[in-house]
């Protein structure tokens, strides 16, 4: 399952990148990655739900690195296209200004909100893995998944924080292009 979802996440990134050439229009280009990027989580979704993992390690495996690589993009292109969608219909400056204030605070936010996990994850510590990414231990009320076989009870969490970051970094280009 590992080398199969790191080659179809290769194909991914290769697809997200023809995207870019293909389309000189940036509203275009992050909306056809959008649409790429959920049909790939789709198609990888779907077999998931009809996988059994051999073992609890490449079952945390595949909710703790591999589901994270799909899903942060949809998530990524998500806030990206709302964050366009605000660049090209609002021109008072100090709306601009304060939408970008506001997004900036989104990964801060995410963190206080989450601030336990977040320093299990980035200290890199396995102790509750099989709590966290696995099936078994699914609490269905915590996930926006339609499947629960496809999901664990933080494997969104990754998703969300990495997402999360990658947008904040172009949220502070957006702020610094505009002097704050």
């Known amino acids: ?18 995207c870019r050439k293909k389309y000189s229009c ?3 280009q992050i909306e056809h990655s959008f649409t790429i990027c959920n049909q790939y989580w789709s198609i ?27 899903t942060t993009e949809v998530e990524y292109y998500g806030l990206y296209y709302h964050a366009q969608l605000f660049k090209n219909g609002v021109y ?22 989450h601030r336990n996990f977040y320093e299990y994850y980035k200290a890199g510590e396995t102790d509750k893995d099989k709590w966290y990414f696995t099936r078994t231990y699914l609490n269905n009320s915590s996930v926006n998944e339609p499947d629960a076989r ?7 969490l990754i998703s969300s924080l990495l997402a999360l970051e990658r947008y904040h970094e172009f949220v502070q280009t ?4 505009m002097g704050k």
Do not use: G
């Not at 399952?1 to 023809?18: A, G, H, N, T, V």
């Not at 009809?50 to 690589?69: A, N, S, W, Y």
């Open 44 to 70: 990888l979704r779907n077999e998931i739900t009809h996988h059994e993992f051999e073992t609890l390690q490449e079952e945390i495996c595949f909710f703790k690195q591999l589901k994270p690589l799909f």
């Open 26 to 28: 940036l509203q275009k």
């Open 174 to 177: 957006e702020l610094q292009a």
């Open 150 to 156: 496809a999901s664990s009870n933080h494997d969104h």
């Open 92 to 113: 008072d400056p100090v709306k601009i200004e304060q939408f970008w204030t506001r997004e900036a605070s989104r990964l801060d936010k995410f963190i206080a909100e």
């Open 1 to 18: 399952m590992k080398e199969r979802c790191q080659q179809f996440y290769q194909s991914l990134l290769k697809d997200i990148d023809e």
